[in-house]
């Protein structure tokens, strides 16, 4: 693929993100083939010009990039070395772009298996949720080889407002733990606070409102701290996986040397507690939810 052509892109996973994601390489003008496991929510894609495929390989088959935007590090492994995934498609793309949030052993795993096929990858998580996906402002975390950020400039410039290149590929995916030990220590913290502040008798809004605009203030703290004084918990990123990726944190922070998980692993108990509530599928602000449950046992 040439750096002035125009590339067809197969997207496999067509979720909260990857909708968005395909919606935006299709307005840049992009081809767009997709893929979901679930068909019907590729759908609303044919008529912004995208091709719905029944299998990743025919999905793969002549496009020049495919992007993979899928649950966990298994889901995506299987779409592309498992039967009938991209790795049987007769006219393989050129490049692999994979955006999912997998961790270290799994990102270890599919580079392994893009380097034994000779597939050029692109290890390439993204920073934001549904919102800014749809806005095209996401944060990519890009890391790979020096001849891979020519061809996925275009497809990456298409979904997000910044791409961050951060070393080989493998690095991608170990900034976005780190990134998210952040998001989900700070989402928790935000609830605890507010929690406390109901426990002791005050208007939990205080706290949102003590923070703004001072030097401890976090736009991201107003947003999920204002979705769950709400009771808003439309999916954005859903529970379910901030409880995976605290796992892969966990499981990242191993070895000689390594810093102590315990927040990550507080905050796992909270995100266990909401999903055994039935919050899985709701947003990560229902943590909020699991902080609350010791409380409301006390009154």
Known sequence: MSCTSTPTVAVLGIGTMGLPMARNLLSHGLGVRAWNRTRARAKPLRAAGADILDTPAEAADGADVVLTMLANGDAVDAVVS???GVLAAPNRPSLWIQTSTVGVADERRLRAA?????????????LGTREPAEQGRLVVLASGSEETRVPAARVLDAIGSRTLWVGAAGAGSRLKLVA????????AGVGQSLAL???LGLDPALFLAAISGGAMDVPYAHTKGGAMLRSDYTPSFPLRLAAKDARLVLAASTGPGAPDPALVRAVLDQLTRAEDLGFGTDDLAAVYEGIRRGEEHED
């Open 197 to 199: 502040a109901r426990h």
């Open 114 to 126: 893009a380097d034994a096929a000779g597939l050029p990858y692109v290890d390439a998580p993204v």
């Open 82 to 84: 498992g039967s009938g």
């Open 180 to 187: 998210n030990a952040w998001v989900l220590t700070l989402t």
